[in-house]
């Protein structure tokens, strides 16, 4: 397979909302199957009011991978904000005193990374997530992953990150999640994306 010409677009919290449509596309194609199962937190309309709730944060950050003019993915997420960074009180786990205070520019969470299923398996996961992460500020990121889903899990331990604790969110029917971190700045990285 040849190497891929691959680029991206980001946008802020008001620029992501413009891009709504095609959000929810690159979302119903990457989770196809989990949108089309019966759990309610996987459904479209769950997936947008989580959406427009997380555009409402402050550095809120999109990016979306193309190849040409075809959307290949997209990874967003927004930096946590003090004291308590809004996650930390669905913990299921304690964790070290003090690793919960936030200062609005220690913690940015990762939200998601989706690849359409046309991309998958060419590190277009890869190259979304050290465009978004690589120019982070801040001392530290951390993402959600079901400890079920076993292929996410692997990529993002190759990756580097690590377990610090569980998490049920405060959504409804939210499920159980593990929380990873990863220490910023990333070490530079080079990203083979693969062509068809």
């Known amino acids: 397979m040849a190497d891929l010409e691959l680029s991206f677009r980001r946008y802020d919290r008001i ?47 999109l990016v979306i991978a193309y190849h ?16 308590d960074g809004g996650w930390w009180r669905y913990l299921t786990a ?28 060419r590190g277009v996961a890869r190259a979304l997530h050290d465009e978004l992460l690589g120019g982070r500020r801040e001392t530290r990121a951390v993402l959600l992953v079901r400890p079920d889903n076993e292929n996410a899990y692997r990529a993002y331990r190759r990756w580097g990150w690590s377990k610090i604790s569980r998490l049920r969110g405060g959504w409804e029917d939210a499920p159980l999640f593990d929380v990873l971190t990863i220490d910023l700045p990333l070490a530079p990285k080079s990203v083979r994306v693969e062509g068809k």
């Open 15 to 61: 620029g992501a909302r413009e891009q709504r449509d095609l959000i929810v596309g690159i979302y119903t194609d990457a989770y196809a199957d989990a949108v089309n199962s019966a759990d309610p937190f996987e459904t479209v309309d769950a997936f947008l009011t989580r959406f427009d709730a997380y555009t409402r944060h402050d550095g809120f950050d």
């Open 68 to 83: 040409g003019e075809e959307p290949m993915g997209q990874t967003f997420g927004w930096p946590l904000s003090p004291p």
């Open 94 to 121: 304690e964790v070290e005193p003090g690793w919960t205070h936030e200062t609005g520019r220690r913690t940015f969470a990762l939200s998601e990374i989706m690849v359409c299923r046309a991309w998958t398996g």
